[in-house]
């Protein structure tokens, strides 16, 4: 394991969530489903780094399962867009990890399942508590309403 590519994806995924809560982009329809469906692409650029087409191909592929996940968290409303996105991560930190079992992509750092694996894995973490509290903070104002009125 690399303990080093671990704590920097931690670094990361810290300095992610901080930036898009404080420029409210994880307010946004479009910032997470957006940054899920980048996931992929690191892939096929490993891919086509070390001159390997036929894993290029099964990156398209594997890819897609991804670009859904995000298209249709875009498509969701708030709440279950960030569950989606949150389960996306989730299914990405797994494919990470076992990757290497599916087939050999060539480019691929020897570091990036423990990097991009702990990036994924706390941001899906973090997105299904995020919902959570979105849907405890939207019933705390219908109840308040309901006194209210």
Known sequence: MN???LVIGIAT???II?????????????????????????YFAFAVYGNDFTALGKELLAGMVFFA????AYKSQRALAAVLV?????????YDAFHYLLFTNAGTPGWWIE???SIDLILGVYLIYF????RSKAQNQD???????
């Open 143 to 149: 109840v308040q309403r309901i006194h209210a009125g």
């Open 86 to 94: 949150g389960i996306g991560c989730i299914l990405h930190a797994v």
């Open 18 to 42: 901080f930036r898009f809560k404080q420029s409210k982009l994880e307010y946004t329809k479009w910032a997470y489903p957006l940054l899920l469906a980048s996931f992929p692409i690191y």
């Open 13 to 15: 995924v810290a300095f």
């Open 131 to 134: 919902a959570l509290t979105i």
């Open 115 to 117: 990097f991009c694996g």
């Open 69 to 72: 996940f995000a298209f249709i």
């Open 3 to 5: 303990l080093y590519a």
